[in-house]
């Protein structure tokens, strides 16, 4: 144990690991804070740059950039009303009332502060889960991996914020682009329409590029501009945090808890755990008639929970491959490129690679606070960059980027191709997030279950015979039959009052 | 692009079922009950029902009345000037495969200069602003990518000196 940890130490302590940490660092920080750039794109705008760095290093600029986007969301959502990332959507109004009561200091610093802390709960978290999961892990078959992977794709569909329905569509719409190619039980090529090009199937990180960045710059073509942000002075940003720790220490714990528990499910991700933390925060309260008028309490319980779900989406990503939320999609996908296969081995086999990442996800959450602190005093400055200046430079970034994955053009074409997918399902109420999950899930979820239907001769009872797939497959089964559920029940309950009515 | 739920379910069914069609006549594995065969077909039954399910309907009753989060701020431009102002959201992927068609002939500087420019003042910035980054963001990116990071760009008509 001590020796992998020093094994850990001395695989972050380079210089490359370092500088490419602070990089990370300052790009996600300014990525996050402008308007409409969210943690996922300045995530996946980073993977061409991971190739060619060495395997720790990639990981690092990974857990550095998301970390930072994720907080520095906070910062326009406190002075502009205008979140810089989803996850800070939740909370935007209540942080921009603090601002126009003067408390803007009071707003980013409990932004930052709690940040940081909910980021090293969520590191925790990934350190106590993980490797007694993967002990359990090590004994599942291919029926295991099925339901869990079966589970992991309907938990995305059940917390998506729109029509479960469409969710599951999106969810199927992603499994079929990962039946692209000849990678499948029978090696000929499928859905490749004689186009050599497909016959590597669709490589999941253009098609994030594109759904997350190419449809942004569409949709900034048809909105304005965001107003410019008001300069002013602010005076010290961490007085008073201390204070506030220890007056909310309860919020703070139970938002540490909401976001890492959300974080492990899969599909759902820190804005998400914004949103149930803060309404949580709401029903909750002591005084709840001051929320949304410029009250810290939700702030607190809202922050600490987004950081701690991107660590712990880590924990199923690492364990079994299925992304816990989109940006550990992409990790997932560098993670393969750079020969650390996830599953329950990496844990024993690659153990001092394993505490690099939680060493690096501590780091990451600690120099958070002196970085968020010059970034929060910089950012009348970065945010007065015009969005006709940014949006370029990341067309650029896209065309460039999904060029070097493999390469060739046919990574361009892609991602042009799924920016207009993904524009075109995020108009109509489609969550790309589902269609992302089942991209990178794809081919894992087919290999499990043609695998485990010719090892059960094409029945289906074997699948419910071993205790942990029937416990799995009964979770997996009752997220199916939810929705249906909670459906019935609204109908009844509309019905009940109409009834009543009527006599 | 806010297309009716009648018509997204409806073209959801016709790719559900083309998937489908299109699984089963692929050829199974000599000798065993399943092959490449099985999952397209069991996605694509699925989605025809999702798409069927979305084409009626149903669960449209707890679609939440969604929101508005002001991601990219402020609010909708009140009235769209001219009938095919929606069409300038197809600019982005246009100027992609405008990159895929040129950029081996024109080389990587001149076709990424033409892209920021167009963006840029697509975006509403005066040539003060897209001109001078249509020249400096194509070279630093270049910088980036084919000095530090070794990707082959094409050089083109314009190779740049290092």
């Known amino acids: 144990m001590l020796k992998t940890l020093i094994d850990a130490f001395a695989l972050i302590t380079t210089w490359e690991v370092i500088i490419a940490m602070f990089a990370a660092s300052v790009y996600g920080l300014v990525i996050g804070s402008l308007p409409g750039l969210s943690a996922t794109m300045a995530t996946a705008l980073l993977v061409p740059v991971t190739f060619y760095l060495s395997p720790i290093a990639a990981i690092a600029t990974i857990v550095a950039a998301s970390t930072m986007a994720i907080f520095s969301g906070d910062i326009p959502g406190a002075l502009l009303r205008i979140p810089g990332t989803p996850a800070s959507a939740a909370y935007a109004d209540e942080a921009y009332a603090m601002t126009r009561k003067g408390e803007a200091e009071l707003a980013l610093g409990a932004g930052v502060w709690f940040s940081a802390v909910g980021g090293i709960a969520g590191t925790l978290s990934l350190m106590i889960l993980a490797p007694p999961l993967a002990e359990i892990a090590l004994s599942f078959s291919t029926f295991e991996y099925f339901w869990l992977a079966f589970l992991g794709l309907m938990c995305a569909t059940l917390v998506a914020r729109s029509s479960p329905v469409k969710a599951i569509a999106s969810m199927f719409i992603g499994l079929l682009v990962a039946c692209i190619g000849i990678e499948n039980p029978g090696g000929v090529p499928r859905f490749t329409f004689g186009m050599t090009d497909l016959f590597g199937g669709i490589e999941p990180i253009p098609a994030l590029v594109g759904v997350f960045a190419v449809a942004q710059v569409m949709r900034a073509m048809l909105t304005p501009e965001p107003p410019p942000i008001p300069k002013r002075r602010f005076g010290s940003i961490m007085a008073g945090q201390w204070k506030l720790t220890k007056k909310y220490h309860v919020q703070m714990t139970r938002g540490n808890i909401i976001g890492i528990i959300i974080g492990v499910l899969p599909g759902a991700g820190a804005d998400m755990a914004a949103w149930v933390s803060y309404a949580m925060s709401k029903r909750f309260s002591k005084e709840p008639e001051k929320f949304g008028t410029g009250h810290v309490e939700g702030l607190v319980e809202a922050g600490a929970s987004n950081n701690a779900s991107i660590a712990s989406g880590w924990v199923p990503s690492l364990l079994f491959g299925i992304p816990g939320d989109t940006i550990a999609a992409i990790a997932i996908g560098v993670l393969y490129m750079k020969g650390l296969n996830p599953g329950p081995t990496l844990f024993t086999e690659k153990a001092s690679s394993m505490y690099a990442i939680y060493l690096m996800f501590i780091i990451a959450n600690i120099i958070m606070i002196p970085l968020g602190i010059v970034m929060i005093r910089l950012a009348s400055y970065v945010l007065r960059a015009p969005r006709s200046s940014i949006m370029p430079v990341i067309m650029l970034c896209c065309a460039v980027g999904s060029f070097a994955i493999g390469n060739n053009m046919f990574g361009v074409v892609t991602v042009a191709m799924f920016g207009i997918i993904g524009y075109v399902m995020e108009e109509n109420g489609y969550p790309v997030a589902a269609m992302v999950l089942g991209i990178v899930m794809g081919t894992m979820v087919e290999q499990a279950f043609v695998t485990s239907l010719i090892k059960s001769d094409g029945s289906i009872l074997p699948f419910f015979e071993r205790p942990i797939a029937a416990i799995l497959a009964a979770m997996a089964i009752g997220a199916l039959v939810w929705p249906a559920l909670v459906w019935v029940w609204r109908k009844l309950k509309r019905e009940a009052p109409a009834a009543a009515s009527a006599r | ?162």
């Open chain 2, 1 to 162: 692009m806010r297309l009716p739920d009648r018509v997204t379910g409806l073209f959801l069914v016709g790719l559900g079922a083309a998937a489908a069609y299109g699984g089963w006549l692929l050829p199974p594995v000599p000798g065993q009950p399943v092959g490449p065969n099985v999952f397209p077909l069991v996605i694509g039954t699925g989605l025809a029902l999702c798409g069927l399910a979305i084409a009626f309907g149903i669960g449209h009753s707890f679609e939440e009345a969604e929101e508005l989060i002001p991601v990219e701020g402020g609010q909708p431009k009140p009235a769209p000037p001219g009938r095919f102002y929606g069409l300038r959201a197809l600019l982005p992927p246009a100027l992609l495969l405008f990159y895929v068609a040129v950029a081996d002939k024109l080389g990587f500087i001149l076709t990424a200069g033409l892209i920021v420019f167009v963006t840029s003042t697509a975006l509403g910035a005066r040539w003060k602003l897209s001109l001078p980054l249509a020249v400096l963001a194509p070279i630093g990116v270049h910088l980036i990518f084919s000095k530090l990071l070794r990707v082959p760009l094409p050089a083109g008509l314009l190779p740049m000196p290092w």
